[in-house]
């Protein structure tokens, strides 16, 4: 299986054995893969180089770990497009996952100065602060902290929050939702925020901005949203 004599390091053909097993579905999602001490066997090389290799299989997301059970397949992550302005419950719906939301804080605020900047208020509007934790199937995905002038949206309530809020803004309000603008960066799960995902830390997230208007030009939100780095990938197409 393993060519001794090859330029390719020993530990990174033991990857690529792995990943061809788990592309092959020989190891399927969620299942265990065999023991550090049974693979170096099996590759008559050393536990150190079968680390090696499994610890980088779980860097790229393509393993996980438990604590005292063993190394187990990860599911394949999510593909988010990132050119349509879509909703939470949209998105799992179009894959076929059940949206669920967990409302972890709604208050009326006002904003800090940057906020206030990007909804373009005045230093006395108020915004309804909202953070909901949102899963597929039950699954924790991401943190939504999202920003919304009371103003525009004066009957936002608990209950609508449990639902989509673009379907409120659409169906109950009957607002035209245009465009936004996103911007995305990478970051370190902060503690709180890992416990709300079910990750162990230290754990790389990706922290996404988006602020949204209306077809009028007014600005409706600025969310701040945490995803998991280990369910999520993004995707875009571009032309030229
Ligand atoms: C998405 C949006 C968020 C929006 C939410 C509405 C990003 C970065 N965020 O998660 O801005 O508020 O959907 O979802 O894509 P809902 O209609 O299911 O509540």
Do not use: C, W
């Amino acid at each position: 299986m393993l060519d001794k004599q090859s330029a390719i390091p020993i530990y990174v053909q033991i990857e690529d054995y792995l990943k061809q097993q788990i592309a092959q579905d020989v190891y399927p999602v969620k299942s265990i893969i065999p023991s550090e001490r049974e693979l170096s066997e099996l590759f008559g090389v050393s536990r150190m180089t079968v680390r090696q290799s499994l610890t980088n299989l779980v860097k790229e997301g393509l393993l996980y770990r438990e604590k005292g059970r063993g190394t187990f397949v990860a599911e394949e992550k999510m593909e988010q497009p990132l050119n349509g302005l879509t909703s939470f419950t949209e998105d799992m719906k179009a894959r076929g996952l059940s949206p669920g939301t967990k409302l972890i804080g709604f208050s009326q605020v006002r904003p800090d100065p940057q906020i206030r900047a990007r909804l373009g208020l005045s230093s006395e509007a108020l915004v309804h602060k909202v953070v909901r934790i949102r899963y597929a199937d039950n699954t924790p995905m991401a943190i939504e902290r999202s920003y919304l002038p009371v103003d525009l949206l004066p009957t936002l309530s608990e209950e609508a929050l449990q639902g989509s809020l673009y379907a409120f803004i659409e169906q109950q309000e009957k607002l035209v939702i245009g465009q936004a603008t996103q911007r995305m960066e990478a970051a370190l799960a902060k503690k709180e925020d890992a416990e709300y995902l079910q990750i162990a830390i230290p754990a790389a997230v990706v922290q996404i901005e988006r602020v949204s208007t209306l077809e009028d030009g007014r600005t409706f939100e600025v969310v701040r949203s945490t995803y998991r780095s280990d369910r999520y990938k993004f995707i875009s197409e571009i032309g030229r």
